[in-house]
């Protein structure tokens, strides 16, 4: 029989987990618990030094709980904290910033500046990639279950702009239609995997991608039909991963049918969004942190560089103040889309685009005494500057950084080893993704003289 307990909770954890103690000292991770309630748990992992559980009972309840808009949002793991008041989600994430460089930096007064709260928390999403499931003719296509790769039917998400869930409705319509068997990951059988959906803002349109097991006549036509009968679907494309993965995207896509890509603009640039581009998904709070990260140059730096560049975004920003941009990015398809866009905006002449590894280049750079440029721009992945880029850094010695991190704990992890030749100026933590866990920050060094 699994154990029952009764815990108040104390604080929020990651996850949208709330977080208690169990009687004997261990944590106890509670998903839709919030700080300050007092639930009855059932016990479903136990581990040395921590539980998992889930509520069987409110014995009391925050002031900060509202009700979920969506209907799945019990069972959906799309988004995590729906249930809580969105003052009090963005203390709490900027309250974890603030944390991680206390605890992990070591900063015991942080320069941390308020949270940039997003002006509308719902809707906000310009991309959704989502799981299939089901039988031909009876097509699922939604979020994983929390915790599982269970799929969960999502007719709208609260979370995505209107024009993807219009799509979504139509595409999930279609491949009924068109009976088109599903992927069964257990057995590795069936077609249809996930489907993908951008849009853009500036021309109000989508493109879609199929992602398939195997290229099959059938999904041609979905394809097809797609582009032809949805309302402001501009292409749809097909990738096949062929893989027994979890992987979403394999290696191949191609167009199928319509345009290859669309085009969106930020902060008075345009920029080209192909099929897998890397692009962020918030564009209202993405011009909020970009303009962050570029008041962090100060006025006409002569050099700046972008590594972990993606598409050239933050590049492209950089060479309206700046004389030149060095972009460093390791995808090749991400390099394309980069010099295509340098090239959209009349930058190919101010910026370079180059195609390698962060940690090699900059390691390169740093054995071959490059002169260090004024300022360097990083947005690297979850896991944040590699250890060949910190060491690069502290001996080539820029003279600012701007580093955009969508990790706290990694944030603060780097900061530590670069202070021994950087003074933090301040850290600006911006909601990217309301009614998630997550927070993106821009943090401001300059060399320490």
Not at 429 to 442: G, N
Request: with cysteine; glycine share 6%; net charge neutral.
């Amino acid at each position: 029989m699994e154990e029952q307990l009764t815990v108040h909770i104390e604080r929020m954890g990651q996850a949208g987990d709330g977080v208690g103690r169990a009687p004997d000292g261990r944590l106890v991770f509670v998903p839709q618990a919030l700080p300050g309630e007092t639930v009855e748990v059932q016990v479903t992992e136990s581990h040395k030094t921590y539980l998992r559980a889930r509520v069987q009972a409110w014995l009391s309840r925050s002031l900060e709980r509202v009700e979920p808009v969506c209907p799945v949002y019990a069972d959906c793991g799309g988004c995590t904290l729906q249930h809580w008041d969105y003052a009090a989600e963005a203390q709490y994430k900027w309250e974890r910033v603030r944390q991680a460089l206390v605890r992990i930096a070591g900063l015991a007064d942080p320069p941390l500046q308020p949270i940039r709260v997003a002006q509308n928390p719902w809707a906000y999403r310009n991309k959704g990639q989502f799981p299939v499931a089901g039988t031909a003719g009876d097509v699922r296509i939604g979020l994983f279950q929390r915790g599982t790769h269970r799929v969960i039917d999502v007719p709208a998400c609260a979370i995505q702009n209107t024009l993807i869930n219009q799509v979504l409705a139509a595409v999930r319509d279609l491949a009924n239609q068109s009976g088109i068997e599903p992927y069964e990951e257990t057995r590795h059988t069936g077609i249809l995997r996930h489907v993908l959906i951008r849009t853009s803002r500036a021309v109000g349109q989508a493109l879609v991608l199929l992602v398939a097991r195997e290229d099959v006549p059938a999904l041609q036509k979905l394809a097809e039909a797609i582009y032809e009968q949805v309302p402001d679907v501009a292409g749809v494309g097909i990738n096949i991963n062929p893989e027994r993965t979890n992987r979403v995207l394999g290696h191949q896509t191609r167009v199928a049918a319509g345009a290859d890509s669309l085009r969106e603009t930020l902060l008075g640039l345009t920029f080209r969004l192909s099929f897998t581009s890397f692009f962020q998904v918030n564009p209202e709070q993405v011009e909020v942190l970009y303009q962050l990260a570029l008041e962090g140059l100060e006025h006409n730096p002569d050099t700046v560089w972008d590594i972990y560049a993606g598409v050239g975004t933050l590049a492209a920003l950089a060479a309206q103040r700046a004389r030149h941009v060095t972009a460093v990015e390791l995808h090749p398809a991400a390099v394309v889309d980069a010099r295509d866009n340098m090239r959209l905006n009349g930058l190919d002449k101010r910026v370079e685009v180059i195609q390698g590894a962060a940690e090699a280049v900059m390691r390169d750079w740093a054995e071959k005494g490059r002169r260090p440029p004024d300022a360097v721009i990083f947005d690297p992945p979850r896991a944040g500057l590699k250890p060949e880029v910190i060491e690069a850094l502290l001996v080539l010695k820029p003279r600012r950084l701007i580093y955009i991190s969508c990790y706290p704990e990694t944030l603060a992890r780097d900061l530590k080893l670069l202070a021994s030749t950087y003074r933090l100026v301040r850290v600006t933590p911006v909601d990217m993704f309301p009614k998630t866990d997550h927070v993106e920050s821009c943090a401001i060094l300059v060399r320490a003289e």
